[in-house]
């Protein structure tokens, strides 16, 4: 049975709900969930309780999550009885965006993650992407980018969710259609290090010559270091200590500024010996 602990002083009506009676959302965003954080957040949990209530929507004389599964799964893991919540009218689109929007704005959350999510966000309400982007508060391409991935195989998501390729590599390896050929510059990424635009290079080349060594040549190697030569010694005009002209700081003032500060650089004690 609900108990309601607020319902004037905030614009959203919190209240208490047995955690039993809460299922997790069939449409959950994240593929998985890191058991020693969700043991962290059940430790802050146990010590301070859940500050930001779960959002759920009646199903019969149940309720679900729309967002906050990480936060049921850690309440559950601290025996919390009973949680906080706001419950919200069931509705497909309404639900998806504050899903969508929640687990997008959390920092861990990787970027196949947010494809999916938006994915479905798409194919639910048959939308635009940039409508989309907008309702977020994201750029397009923010969006777009994303939304690429879904077409990659599973060896080069699966490489990105470990997080040895990041978003730029996979959408690099995204323009080679070849999956062997893909597979195989994965391969030289992971086992190198290389970074985004020798990947860039090496796909360019494979582009030109599918039959080359892309490792031979990459057209973006880090260019090499440029040696500056040494810097011209010259005097400071206050102190008259010999310094490095590239550490120095040029001083732009008129004639009469320039006369005032020699007439004071003259009467101190340093200028004088003393």
């Not at 709900?17 to 059940?42: C, H, K, Q, V, W």
């Not at 861990?108 to 309702?135: C, H, I, Q, S, Y």
Request: aromatic letters at 6%.
């Amino acid at each position: 049975m609900a108990e309601y602990m607020s319902t004037s002083d905030s614009p959203m009506q919190v209240v208490e709900i047995e955690t039993i009676l809460i299922d997790p959302t069939d449409t959950a965003m994240r593929f998985n969930y890191d058991a020693t954080s969700i043991g962290e957040l059940a430790d802050s949990i146990r010590e301070v309780g859940l500050l930001l209530p779960l959002i759920v929507a009646h199903e019969g004389d149940r309720y679900r999550v729309i967002a906050g599964n990480r936060r049921l799964l850690a309440c559950r893991a601290a025996n919390l009885r009973r949680v906080p919540v706001v419950i919200r009218e069931s509705d497909v689109d309404d639900e998806l965006l504050v899903a969508v929007s929640e687990n997008v704005n959390r920092e861990d959350m990787n970027p196949l993650e947010e494809a999916v999510a938006f994915g479905r966000w798409l194919e639910a309400t048959d939308r635009p992407t940039t409508e989309l982007a907008k309702l977020l508060g994201r750029h397009r391409s923010y969006v777009e980018k994303r939304l690429m991935l879904l077409s990659l195989d599973d060896d080069t998501l699966d490489a990105l969710v470990r997080g040895t390729i990041t978003l730029h590599h996979a959408l690099e390896l995204r323009r080679v259609e070849d999956e062997l050929a893909r597979r195989y510059l994965l391969n030289l990424v992971e086992q190198n290090g290389a970074s985004v635009a020798v990947l860039r290079g090496w796909v360019e080349s494979y582009q030109r010559d599918p039959e080359a060594d892309v490792t031979e040549a990459p057209p973006y190697a880090p260019p090499p270091p440029v040696t500056m030569p040494p810097s011209a010694s010259t005097t400071c005009f206050f102190c008259g200590r010999t310094a490095e002209q590239s550490i120095l700081h040029a001083l732009f003032v008129c004639p009469i500024c320039e006369a005032a500060l020699r007439e004071s650089q003259a009467s101190t004690p340093e200028s004088q010996g003393v």
